[in-house]
């Protein structure tokens, strides 16, 4: 299997501006973007050390193998099916006994278990939903540590900012 060799920009922060629309309001970020030809590796993860074009700060980068990302996107989805199914199964039942004339009382073990099991399959099913969107197999620490209020992975993750550029 060939190495794939992946470019990914990293951004720093270089200017903040507040920003407002029609129904939101916050900050417009704008970037310095380095660009860096990141190498998967063949399994496992691996850290690469990057250091930042504007500013050399050293940054870490995490990098999955494309199996292991496929694999964890796969356990994500996964737990988001069997959340969503035991969402269905709980409302079935739910609605099933309102129909049949005998709802289940939240006050009894049983609706209340069913309500739990269908708030918690909710949660399960989303936060698969996001784990699997989000697996990018990057992930961007700073040398300190998690978390850089400067730093951030521009492309090779999902965007959240209102302009990056
Ligand atoms: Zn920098």
Known sequence: MPLQEQPIVIGHLSSRTPAWGLTWWG???RYQSTVFPVRRPEEGETIVELHCGTC???LLLRVRSLALSRSI???WLAAAAIGSGVTAVTVAIGL??????SPIPLS???GATLLVAFL?????AGAGL?????????????GTGRGDETHRLLSGAAEHD???S
């Open 27 to 29: 900050e417009e970020r």
């Open 56 to 58: 050399d700060a050293e």
């Open 73 to 75: 996107r796969k356990r």
């Open 96 to 101: 099933g006994s309102e129909y049949a004339g």
């Open 108 to 110: 009894t073990g049983l």
């Open 120 to 124: 918690a399959s909710i949660a399960a």
């Open 130 to 142: 996001f784990g699997w969107r989000n697996e990018e197999g990057l992930r961007l620490y700073s």
């Open 162 to 164: 209102a302009s990056p």
